[in-house]
């Protein structure tokens, strides 16, 4: 695994297109400077109630307790984490196409639960990316998230990732791969 400061996720969910893939572009420092308290009181709350292992699972949970305990507003990095994360679903011609998330919600494409699943993820990934500085600890981390939870890291923007997945084809009743 590479470490970078151009370091994305990726992580899928499975939609009546079939997997749909997510990818969140990582928020810059500007955007952390101005939400450091939350996002290292998150991090910190992880680490110090023992769910560490269960961070990708809860960190947005953990975000919104944090944000209602501290009097912090949340909403901007929120909607900053949002704008910064596109659905790439499959299109009509076989290829994949790259959609905001917040529409994917809206078309139906991600449930409630999706979105909280997806969003623990990003906070998770976004605490960790911003707060674990060593190279070799935040290597140790992220290679656990992959494993742990099926969450990728790429370097790949959302368009250099969609172009890289499959071409999708059609399949008869038996399995088989028709043309597209």
Request: with cysteine.
């Amino acid at each position: 695994m590479k470490i970078n400061d151009k370091l994305n996720l990726v992580t899928t969910v499975d939609s009546d297109l079939g997997t749909i893939y997510i990818h969140h572009t990582a928020i810059g420092y500007d955007v952390f400077k101005e939400n450091f308290l939350a996002l290292t009181k998150v991090h910190d709350a992880i680490n110090s109630e023992g769910v560490a292992l269960s961070g990708a699972r809860v960190a947005y949970l953990m975000l919104d307790q944090t944000a209602k305990e501290s009097d912090i507003n949340i909403k901007p990095l929120v909607n900053e984490l949002k704008r910064l994360t596109n659905v790439i679903v499959p299109s009509a011609t076989g290829n994949y196409e790259p959609i905001a998330f917040e529409v994917a919600i809206t078309d139906g494409l991600i449930d409630e639960l999706q979105h909280d699943e997806v969003m623990n993820a990003i906070v998770f990934f976004t605490c960790v990316l911003q707060l674990q500085r060593g190279k070799q600890i935040l290597k140790y981390t992220l290679s656990n998230m992959t494993a742990r939870w099926g969450l990728l890291t790429t370097s790949l923007d959302c368009v250099a990732y969609l172009k890289q997945l499959p071409i999708l084809t059609e399949t008869d009743n038996a399995g088989n791969a028709a043309a597209a």
